[in-house]
């Protein structure tokens, strides 16, 4: 008995649909026979047996669609004993055997080109890791590469700068920082901003009475941990003032400055331990007060914690340096490259001073402006560190 | 050969080695249709059913040292040529013991030791092949003839034309054979030709043309030894027309929408074997037990072809850019 | 344009000529070769690169064709596959379409079809290129479609001793050699050896070394490139200039050694931009030297347009040595 299959008629047929049976069982058929009318999408076309003997039976009705190689018929060949319907007997002719695919290994790919990583000149790091290491002041040859042949990636800058790869889980360090590196990465930024960038200062005394007055009042039915600190309205006030004098709000690249619309302040925040960094507290200028104090509390702790994301190290337009009760009387700030100005916010000091014509003891803070003289001048800057003081004066507006 | 070259020999011996040749390619040409039927042989696949007079006809004319350039449906002549069944059903397989390695399929027959020169699929390809072989053959004071086997599609190409004029015009020593077998594809000759008598075309280019029926090997035969005497002699092309049919679908999936069944059965009513196997009958040239020894012979020649290409190997997928160019054992990106 | 001198004795010569004796040479020294296009007899050449071989040599080894490109280039595929070793002249590439199929179904594929039994020994010489004011149908650089197809070998000599050694070379080879001519080099003139022989058709040449940035370019467009160099090299920009000369296959090991020396590289590439030859070099240069680049791979191409018929636009239209300038410039952040 063999079986009368479904036959393939070209490259790109899946599957027939039987529309006639020219035969039935009991019928004697010889090879070249037409046995059956098969539509597909050429058409009906005509079906042959190759096979010759005596319909059997009938597998398939009319109207079905099957695929190549489904069975269609039994033939009993010629010369067969007449069986019950059994399991087909091993065939004399060359019946069809499992068809021989063409070998399914998957096709050895030509080798890869492997990018070869260039002669050992120094370090080879990609494009973005390079943009990204210019950006942020780190020295190539202090990073170890992790790419092919040594060479440095982007993920590879980003571990210097003290935080995990966002991208990359495996790369995920706990969370604690590496001072060494993040000295380094000082270092080289602040080598960096002394040898590529101008610096001029200035610095302005601003009467901050009217803030601690206003500041008493909203902390006092505040809990410590609600409480708005003179830093919020320095950052407010500053974020505020870089709308009407833009240079100083920005990026200096290229050779170029590239004022910046959004104003992301950079706090500089110290770390037990002996780390500093600025992240950025995004869109400074439309927080309210209390948003902003929120948002600077959560960046402190997480910066102490080293759980940074590389957007907020990536982007202030400018920063705001302030040593705190402790601190010094007047700081003057080595700029963030690529900014163009740091403020620096020293210790509120009472001394005696002049309102309305008599000597009174008032909060004095000196605030300092440290500017970027390829993009901006003393006058700017004295008039930017002025609308900063007079913003401070009326801390219940900002 | 002891008879004049252009005179058709008429011995039993030989009128039975026609119709042997011709039973062998139908035979084979069967089997084809079956395994490809079972996914053995992919593909595109044209089968010669109707037309095996032709290639029987012209070629045991040709010499050993004479070229043969022909079409996707070669398998006729590729078999009349010499080139062994077993290398011809493995390379329809893909295996690598085939005659183009396996690299080629059915449509891209070539023998290098019998100068044939594929197997084109490209319809007309082969023409401007067919006139620089002959030049090459010409320029070196040869007698080699190149024999081109095309169908009458091929006319409306531009290099049918290119091809005629050239011939002509260098007088190249090329037989053209045009295969008529009244369609190209799915078009019928009346519809796609504003001269139907293809003879003419060539005529009309100075080169000496003829028709002669396709269907009747003797007078292929007999129209051939002229043709290649001529060829040989002059130095000048030929054209031969052999108007014939296509018993068979132009290839395995085709619903032959475009031809009537009743024209298949008058054509079929004609058919080279069957009339040419009565005629011996009927001048008793051939006995029962003749045609049986044949037949026997042949199916036990296509079974052996199978099973050699059945037991064929593939060739393995790290030599896939080799035979791009020569001399090069690996291919790098190049 | 000069060309350097050589230690032994020189002759001063053309393009066209040098192309010229090369196909003499090669007439004279094989005998299985000969030379076969529209109007290379009578004629002279259409560029009168064969004038005079006619008479030298006689009708049987250079012939003039009927206008069949298709049908001669087909003749020269089968005089190659029967043992000759014809010079099949298309006479620019605009009118070599017309043998599209020959030269991709036929000459290209005929030794992979046939399992290595065949091979086409065949040179097919071209013009190509604009710069003439012949307009859109005559003025095609698509020297980059041909060398995209595995099977051929495509050559673009630029200097008078590649147009003199590379044919010979061409000649020997068992595989289809395409040679592209580019037209504004033929009346170029130059001295070059009296004894100049074959050369190779496999790599490039660094015409100009350099340390600040790789100009990598081929056929007519070295020379504008060259010029550029000059100008980059008066404002301290010391660019390397490399000559492709074959473009299938394309010699990497050269092109990647230079960037690795200067890691900036614009390419320069008479082909339209876009899918250009030119891509395909980019593309290589970042696969093989990605680590060593430091900045972005630049292209002075054909602009998006059919060549036009007015000289300045047709200026505007194909890279000129300003262009290659600002880009040389431009990729070294010195607008």
Redesign the interface.
Known sequence: MVEFRMPSLGPDMEAGTLVEWLVKPGDWVKRGDVVAVVDTQKGAIEVETYQAGQIEQILVSLESKVPVGTPLARIRIEGEAKEAAAAPPPVALPAPAAPVAAPHVAAKPAPP?V?????AVGY????AARRLAQERCIDLSMVKGS???G?ITYADVELLLGKPAAALPERKRAPSLDFNAMRTAIAAAMARSKREIPHYYLDHQVDVTPCELWLAEKNAARTPDNRLLFAALVIKSVALACHRFPAFNGFYR?NKFEPSQAVHIGVAIAIRGGGLTAPALHDADKLPLDELMTQMRDLVARTRAGRIRSSEMADPTITVSSLGERGVEALYGVIYPPQVAIIGVGKSVVRPWVVDGAIGPRSIVTLTISGDHRVSDGHGGALFLAEIGNLLQEPEKL | MTAPADKPRLSREHLLDLLRQMIRIRRFEGKCAELYTQEKIRGFMHLYDGEEAIAVGVIPVLEQRD?IVATYREHGQALVRGVPMTKVMAEMFGKQE???????GSM?L???NSNF??????VG?G???????????K??RTDVVTACFFGEGAVAE??FH??M??AA??ELPVLFVCENNLYAMGTALVLSESETDIQQKAACYRVSAEAVDGMDVVAVEAAARRAVHAVRERCKPYFLECRTYRLRAHSMFDAQLYRDKAEVEVWRHKDPIDRFKNWLEASQMIHPQDLARIETEIDAEVAEAVAFAEAGTWEPVEQL???????RAAQTN? | MQQAASKSETVEMTYREAVKQAIRDAIKHDERV?LMGEDVGRYGGCYAVTKGLLAEFGP?RV?D??L?E???????????????R?IVELMTVNFSLLAL??IL??AAT??????????VPLVIRMATGAGRQLAAQHSHSLEGWYAHI??I?VLAPATLEDARGMLWTALQD??PVLIFENVMLYNMTGKIAADAGPVDIEKAAVRRAGRDITLITYGGSLWKTLQAATALAAENIEAEVIDLRSL???DDATI?ASV?KTRRVVIIDEGWRSGSLAAEVATRIV???????D??ISRVCSEEVPIPYPSHLENAAIPQAPKIIAAAKAAL?RA
Not at chain 3, 110 to 119: A, E, I, L, T, Y
């Open positions: 080109i990018p070869a990583p260039g002669p080879q790091a990609s494009p790419g092919p042949g060479t290229d | 070229r085939g005659c183009s390695r396996g690299r080629g891209h070539f023998d290098r020169h594929g197997g084109n699929a490209i390809g023409l401007p092949l067919s006139i620089g072989l002959a030049l090459a053959e320029m070196r531009g290099e290119e091809t004029n050239l015009l260098w850019t080799r035979f791009t160019y020569a001399d190049r | 000969f049987d012939r064709t009927p069949s298709s049908g001669f280039t087909g003749a020269g595929i089968g005089a190659a596959m029967a043992g000759m014809p199929d020959q179904n036929t005929v030794r992979h079809m046939s399992g290595n039994q065949f091979g595995p099977g070998k068992p595989d299938r296959p394309l990647m690795a696969e093989q030297a990605f680590w060593s680049l900045g972005p952040g």
